[in-house]
T-cell receptor, first 112, second 112 residues
């Protein structure tokens, strides 16, 4: 069974600070996705990373896929209250038809 | 834009009732998924389907069944609802099994 461990589980910081959340596994994934879920809504895809070492930027969010494709990080610069939410990473194994492996998520609160 | 619509945002049922949760997607996606989301446990896959009339068990299928009579519709059935099935239920669809998933807004189900 493939597992994705996300850390930290909870993070509460002040507006304007920087932060990094992590998604780690002992398994190799063919691609990794990051989602954000706001209260009362379903998760929404932010980005997909495919190549080992790949870096993608989405405004103040920077996503990196580890060289060995076993881990990923999400860095937020100058966090805003609108960044508040549950951040989920999900890995695709490349084989089988049973979809994605989801981490348990990082609950992020940005205080004004 | 892909739209995944879940029939109810909130639902309250009694123990022993048969409960139907409906999900419809409008993008002709082959794959559809049902998850439940609980605090501290993350997203757990109940059932998924990769074609009409096809269904596969996920990680926690006990007490649930599904129906996919049409490509756009995937129904989750609680045969005899129990209090431990109180949860947030999320439906998702995707083009392929490892492609990004598009989620509905969820049904918060309470079993009394």
């Amino acid at each position: 069974t493939q597992l994705l461990e996300q850390s930290p589980q909870f993070l509460s910081i002040q507006e304007g600070e920087n932060l990094t959340v992590y998604c780690n596994s002992s398994s190799v994934f063919s691609s990794l996705q990051w989602y954000r879920q706001e209260p009362g809504e379903g998760p929404v895809l932010l980005v997909t990373v495919v190549t080992g070492g790949e870096v993608k930027k989405l405004k103040r969010l920077t996503f990196q896929f580890g060289d060995a494709r076993k881990d990923s990080s999400l860095h937020i610069t100058a966090a805003q209250p609108g960044d508040t939410g549950l951040y989920l990473c999900a890995g695709a194994s490349g084989g089988g038809a049973d979809g994605l492996t989801f981490g348990k998520g990082t609950h992020l609160i940005i205080q004004p | 834009d892909v739209k995944v619509t879940q029939s109810s945002r909130y639902l309250v049922k009694r123990t022993g009732e048969k409960v139907f949760l409906e999900c419809v997607q409008d993008m002709d996606h082959e794959n559809m998924f049902w998850y439940r989301q609980d605090p501290g446990l993350g997203l757990r896959l109940i059932y998924f389907s990769y074609d009409v009339k096809m269904k596969e068990k996920g990680d926690i299928p006990e007490g649930y069944s599904v129906s996919r009579e049409k490509k756009e519709r995937f129904s989750l059935i609680l045969e005899s609802a129990s209090t431990n099935q109180t949860s947030m239920y999320l439906c998702a669809s995707s083009l392929g099994p490892h492609q990004p998933q598009h989620f509905g807004d969820g049904t918060r189900l309470s079993i009394l």
